[in-house]
């Protein structure tokens, strides 16, 4: 499919970047990247299937499922802390869709995804996804480990033309803007797949990547767009 997603920055505080791509999130990755599809759950294909949680993590057991049916590093929550939204995953091709895809579903909408990763991230991607025929707007808002807003990202995203793909890298100067948190607000069903991410290297690690690093950032063509 086709892949259409159109970023606009509502808000952006740090020298970072907003990835336009996967192919270019590929090449930012280090061997250390965890890749989630979520194809670990077992659930027949063209079915989806509830999971009576609002809170999804490695250590997860649900409907007789699990531990590790998602991968270590990231938790995901559904819903805001007033309500208890839950999860649906979803079978290879549910209604049109390509692959098994999780999901999120607000009983008020918008409804609401948070990933949180554990420990901090300084890249991830992710493909939001809707149904064809339908067109919705995604809001994307990044925090670091503070809970400090790093950005705030508008994201159209056309089930008709596929998955939107949307992803970010910190500033790899300020170490203190790493990624902690991700709300991502959509419709009552928020769908995701291909979640890919990176911790940030470990202080020891940094003083042979500084060079590199150096090199990288400053040529770099800002692709965000200011207000």
């Given at each position: 499919m086709k892949c259409l997603c159109?970023?606009?920055?509502?808000?952006?505080?740090?020298s970072a970047d907003v990835i336009n791509d996967r192919n270019t999130l590929n090449s930012l990755l280090g061997p250390s990247a965890i890749y989630?599809?979520?194809?670990?759950?077992?659930?027949?294909?063209?079915?989806?299937?509830?999971?009576?949680?609002?809170h999804l993590d490695r250590l997860t057991v649900i409907n007789g499922q699990g531990p590790e049916i998602v991968q270590a590093g990231a938790a995901y929550i559904s819903g805001?802390?007033?309500?208890?939204?839950?999860?649906?995953?979803?079978?290879d091709g549910?209604?049109?869709?390509?692959?098994q895809t999780f999901a999120a579903i607000g009983y008020v909408s918008p409804g609401r995804m948070?990933?949180?990763?554990?420990?901090?991230?300084?890249i991830f991607g992710i493909d939001l996804l809707e149904f064809a025929g339908t067109e919705q707007y995604m809001e994307v808002r990044i925090y670091n480990p503070n809970s400090e807003l790093l950005g705030r990202y508008q994201v159209i995203v056309d089930g008709t033309e596929g998955p939107s793909f949307f992803g970010y890298q910190s500033d790899p100067i300020d170490v203190s803007n790493e990624i902690r948190r991700v709300?991502?607000?959509?419709?009552?069903?928020?769908?995701?797949?291909?979640?890919?991410?990176?911790?940030?290297?470990e202080p020891s690690s940094l003083g042979p990547l500084a060079m590199g690093v150096l090199g990288f950032y400053f040529p770099r063509n800002n692709r965000i767009k200011n207000p």
């Open positions: 159109i970023v606009l920055c509502l808000a952006s505080f740090v989630e599809g979520f194809e670990k759950f077992d659930i027949a294909p063209g079915t989806n299937e509830w999971l009576d949680t609002y805001r802390k007033q309500y208890d939204d839950d999860f649906i995953w979803q079978g549910y209604e049109g869709l390509e692959s948070t990933l949180m990763y554990d420990p901090p991230v300084d709300e991502i607000d959509g419709g009552l069903r928020l769908m995701i797949d291909n979640h890919t991410f990176q911790a940030v290297p």
